[in-house]
């Protein structure tokens, strides 16, 4: 009966919302910080950190937007590793690997968040409860539906984009004052080199990192075959011109040895006190407060997404699969969110946790992009609407290998060791629920 049909999640998302979404995912509080440290390692060069950042992070966009066109559903990188291997332990990871980088990064923006905003309530209100109840009107947003939390999304993103429109504008007298080239090495080019750029490319590679968000929005997509590779690669673009405008504008303003000087300020507030020393102070630290709730609130749709869809392909327990017949949202899903989040919150300080799902996030991209090749290889795939050349997926494979390389060649192995007890912790789940067979 027509009565009984279960509910599914509203195609509400077009190109713009879409576009909008994938830059507030991806521009966030760190960027400023990030234009620091890599000015530090490029001096006035650093727009070619972000460039090759940039071309390093296309590669894998431009796989999961030729995914997005083949398979347009929730938890399209677990899938895509499902169809490919049809290995549901594989598949289970790599889902898991990206729900957990969410989770942290969620977590982790929880108490930034409550930090800042601590002192306004007198100190006496403790971190950990603020911290939870900014979780809880997160979660209630993504509940209410995906139109309402689109909207919460675009004025944040107005917001944190605002800033840096802000910044460029006040900056923009300044351009063409220093040498675009010079680096902490020489001048005129002299200690410009392919080593150097693909130092801070490393380094800034994480400021792109989002991206692949957008992927578990296409059962929400309007015509996602079309709209989600559009999309995917449209906000990568924007975001690159927003990045290496801003970082031309930061070293025509401050000279680059000093906005890699923490003890000076912070890029931001360096920048501002000598191109805008009329702004008030604290302007930027509300704007940091938009950026942290846009990304959390990101981050909670993602995982609630994935979650939901991995439940539809038989990877987790069906009931993660249901949507609210009101709202149209994952609900069960949400509020799992919430509980593991919360715990997460009150476990303290977990930037070491961050650290090695970032790591894991990499080795889940390197994954989808071989899988990929193996579909596109495989004789009869159904293919879709955007198709890229194999050595695109093959290139972005490399490119993470080599960016995983670059964090265990650093010689810390606390965030390896820490993915790998995720790892482990995810494999006893995995026998413990033991999933059903999926259909793809």
């Known amino acids: 009966m027509e009565g009984t049909k279960e509910p599914t999640l509203a195609r509400n998302i077009g190109l713009l919302g879409l576009i909008v979404y994938g830059v507030g995912d991806m521009v966030g509080a760190g ?29 894998t966009g431009l796989s999961y937007a030729s995914i997005a066109s083949r398979y347009p ?11 490919a291997f049809g290995v549901r332990y594989v598949s289970y990871v790599v889902g898991l690997a990206v729900v957990a980088s969410g989770l942290t990064s969620i977590a982790t923006g929880s108490r930034v968040f409550a930090g800042i905003v601590g002192p306004w309530f007198g100190g006496v209100v403790p971190v950990a409860l603020l911290a939870m109840a900014y979780l809880l009107v997160l979660s209630l947003v993504n509940f209410r539906g ?4 689109l909207w919460a999304n675009v004025v944040c993103t107005v917001v944190e984009v605002g800033g840096l429109l802000f910044v460029i504008a006040v900056g923009a007298r300044f351009w063409g004052t220093v040498d675009y080239f010079e680096t902490p090495m020489g001048v005129h080019g002299e200690g410009l080199t392919l080593s150097l750029v693909l130092s801070g490319a490393v380094l800034t590679f994480y400021a792109f990192v989002g991206f692949e968000d957008l992927l578990n929005l296409s059962e929400e997509t309007k015509r996602p075959e079309r709209t989600m590779p559009l999309g995917i690669v449209g906000a990568l673009l924007v975001v690159t011109l927003l990045y290496i405008t801003v970082s031309i504008t930061a070293v025509s303003v401050v000279p680059f040895a000093q906005l890699a000087d ?8 360096q ?19 938009f950026a942290v709730a846009n990304t959390g609130l990101m981050n909670n749709i993602m995982g609630s997404r994935l979650l939901y869809g991995m439940a539809r392909q038989g990877l987790l327990p069906a009931a993660l699969g249901r949507v609210h017949a009101t709202r149209r949202s994952p609900h069960v899903a949400i509020g799992v969110l919430f509980v593991v989040i919360t715990v997460l919150i009150l476990a303290g300080d977990i930037a070491a946790l961050a650290s090695a799902t970032s790591l894991l996030l990499l080795t889940c991209f390197l994954i989808v992009n071989v899988a990929l090749l193996v579909l596109q290889r495989r004789p009869g795939e159904a293919r879709g609407r955007f198709e890229i050349p194999s050595i695109v997926p093959a290139l972005g494979a490399l490119v993470c290998a080599g960016l ?5 060649a650093t010689g810390d192995w606390r965030a390896p060791v820490i993915a790998g007890a995720i790892l482990l912790g ?3 789940l995995f026998f413990v629920t033991r999933p059903r067979e999926t259909t793809v």
Do not use: C, D, H
Request: aromatic share 8%; proline share 5%.
């Open 271 to 289: 920048i501002i006190a000598r191109a805008a020393p009329w702004v008030p102070p604290g302007i930027f630290t509300v704007i940091t407060l």
């Open 262 to 269: 923490v003890k000076l300020g912070a890029p931001t507030e």
């Open 73 to 83: 559903r929730a938890a399209g990188a677990a899938y895509v590793v499902q169809r």
């Open 426 to 428: 995810i494999t006893v």
């Open 404 to 408: 995983i390389g670059s964090r265990l």
């Open 31 to 59: 960027i400023y910080g990030t234009t620091g440290v890599a000015a530090g390692v490029m001096g006035n060069a650093v727009w070619l950190a972000f460039l090759g950042a940039m071309l390093a992070a296309m590669l």
């Open 146 to 149: 995906i139109t309402e939390s």
